[in-house]
């Protein structure tokens, strides 16, 4: 009975895995400037999500952080996240 056990432990702690963490590149120019602001804005059905920071990759990523709490990530892919600069 213990070697059936063990010889199913690796099939029962692949089930435990979990999914892998969406991470969001940032660039090198992301670093802080405070002459530019970026607004980044991802839709997902009729919702908008929109957001404002001097780093492009903190704004990207809040964007897709509200987007998540809304939906399931195939709808908040950042593929789809548009961003713009102001200076």
Do not use: W
């Given at each position: 009975?213990?070697?059936?056990?063990?010889?199913?432990?690796?099939?029962?702690?692949?089930?435990?895995?979990?999914?892998?963490?969406?991470?969001?590149?940032?660039?090198?120019?992301?670093?802080?400037?405070?002459?530019?602001?970026?607004?980044?804005?991802?839709?997902?059905?009729?919702?908008?999500?929109?957001?404002?920071?001097?780093?492009?990759?903190?704004?990207?990523?809040?964007?897709?952080?509200?987007?998540?709490?809304?939906?399931?990530?195939?709808?908040?892919?950042?593929?789809?996240?548009?961003c713009q600069s102001?200076?």
């Amino acid at each position: 009975m213990k070697k059936n056990i063990l010889l199913m432990l690796p099939l029962l702690l692949a089930a435990c895995v979990a999914p892998p963490a969406v991470v969001l590149e940032v660039q090198q120019h992301d670093t802080p400037d405070n002459n530019t602001m970026y607004v980044c804005r991802l839709k997902a059905f009729t919702t908008e999500f929109r957001s404002e920071n001097s780093s492009r990759g903190k704004a990207k990523l809040d964007v897709h952080k509200q987007c998540r709490a809304k939906h399931n990530a195939m709808f908040c892919e950042e593929k789809d996240i548009v961003c713009q600069s102001y200076e």
